[in-house]
T-cell receptor, first 113, second 116 residues
Framework: AQSVTQLGSHVSVSEGALVLLRCNYS??????LFWYVQYPNQGLQLLLK??????LVKGINGFEAEFKKSETSFHLTKPSAHMSDAAEYFC???????????FGTGTRLLVSP | SAVISQKPSRDICQRGTSLTIQCQVD?????MFWYRQQPGQSLTLIAT?????????ESGFVIDKFPISRPNLTFSTLTVSNMSPEDSSIYLC?????????????FGPGTRLLVL
């Protein structure tokens, strides 16, 4: 079975500050890990993914995430927040063999001027 | 990546009625998925739809309430039957990518449903 825990339902940062959104996973098979972003009134957009290649993954909009097997974590970071980053962020875990994606509960990122 | 469109984008329906949501993918895909996102919540998988076979439903979801069609490799529909206010949600369609992106799911913009 697979599961994802996102710590913090809301994260608030100032514009220009570091963004850190936490994700821990549990998986009985080598995981594929994903971060998606959902802007208001829109669907989910893929930010980045880990599929057993490089452990540091770079995505769109300046985001990156590092896969740490020893910590079962896949935290999302961005060095400098922008107002346009305000959105809901979902971490998800999947696996090989067409396993379904399991989503975390989401973290709402608030960016203040 | 796959480009996915959904119709309608939003609707307001009366309880007891049914709504059919359409999902179109810009390429042929084996697996399509339907998710529900209740207000302020995460995504819950309703069912997986493979072309040419019955959809596979997750625990808590039944075919009578959420019948799914998958007539070809680019199209699927989800019907929300005999609606109640508890069915007010965003319904999202997704599909897997192709080739090197096969493990990735891509999502449509969602259908925002309000049941009165």
């Amino acid at each position: 079975a697979q599961s994802v825990t996102q710590l913090g339902s809301h994260v608030s940062v100032s514009e220009g500050a570091l963004v850190l959104l936490r994700c821990n996973y549990s998986s009985s098979v080598p995981p594929y890990l994903f971060w998606y972003v959902q802007y208001p009134n829109q669907g989910l957009q893929l930010l980045l993914k880990y599929t057993s290649a490089a452990t540091l993954v770079k995505g769109i909009n300046g985001f990156e995430a590092e896969f740490k097997k020893s910590e079962t974590s896949f935290h999302l970071t961005k060095p400098s927040a922008h107002m346009s980053d305000a959105a809901e962020y979902f971490c998800a875990v999947g696996g090989t063999g067409f396993q379904k994606l399991v989503f975390g509960t989401g973290t709402r990122l608030l960016v203040s001027p | 990546s796959a480009v996915i469109s959904q119709k309608p984008s939003r609707d307001i329906c009366q309880r007891g009625t049914s709504l059919t949501i359409q999902c179109q993918v810009d390429s042929q895909v084996t697996m399509m998925f339907w998710y529900r996102q209740q207000p302020g919540q995460s995504l819950t998988l309703i069912a997986t739809a493979n072309q040419g076979s019955e959809a596979t439903y997750e625990s808590g979801f039944v075919i009578d309430k959420f019948p799914i069609s998958r007539p070809n490799l680019t199209f699927s529909t989800l019907t929300v039957s005999n609606m109640s206010p508890e069915d007010s949600s965003i319904y999202l369609c997704s599909s897997r990518g192709q080739g090197d992106n096969e493990e990735t799911q891509y999502f449509g913009p969602g259908t925002r449903l309000l049941v009165l």
